[in-house]
């Protein structure tokens, strides 16, 4: 044993162990006593969940090292830690350095940690997933700590560009894309971004894309050569 300030160390607890792993001074008390003496050394500041200033500092330990599945996890356990606390935290100051440094995985990237201002939550990836850097943690995590992806800066929805961007890339390899990109520029009809899309083929009918000038409304006299713009896409 160790003797230390109590501001250094921390009661055992499932959170301490998850976030701070070995780096915790756990606090060793008598068993005679053991209530008294741990409303006394909560008194002098042992604390039972990790201070931000530590986790902060856990992160940029874990995240000096290559990006590797076991160290990701360990990050994961941090953040939804963090995205836990903050919704009852007053003063998240301690947290502001995460705000800038990378430290986030990114999914299929395995090459280097990510700043919350390079990438985008997974809310709608299916927009724009191939134009972007999307976060890589579980969706559930994402969605329980939405809180924490705001005031981190991880940007929560795409602009209109990437959706272009994704809708013209599975045009170029010819494979059909979630309707719901199609509802999403349909909201976002007066983004200059759509300006793109004119002349290309990026209509999904049948099984494959088409250019809007090979497209009707209504029936047409072309036979196979043109094609009818289905009654339930009528809607865009």
Known sequence: ??????????????????????????????????????????????ASQPRMEDAVAKIRELTAKTVSPQVAQIVQRIFIHLGERIKGEENNSPLEPLKRIPWLPTRGKADRWYAPSEIYADYQAYLFESQALILDLPNRVQTSSRELLEFLGVRLSPEPSLVVGHLLHFASKGTAINPGVYDFLNDKSGDPAIAQLRGKSCLWLVDAYRRPDEVFWGDHPFGRYRWRWGDQLKAY
């Not at 044993?1 to 008390?29: G, I, K, M, P, Q």
């Open 1 to 46: 044993s160790v003797f230390r300030t109590a501001a250094e160390c921390y009661f055992d607890s499932t959170a301490v162990r998850d976030c701070l792993d070995n780096s915790a001074h756990l606090v060793v008390a008598s068993k005679s006593h053991e209530a008294a003496v741990r409303d006394l050394y909560q008194w002098l500041g042992a």
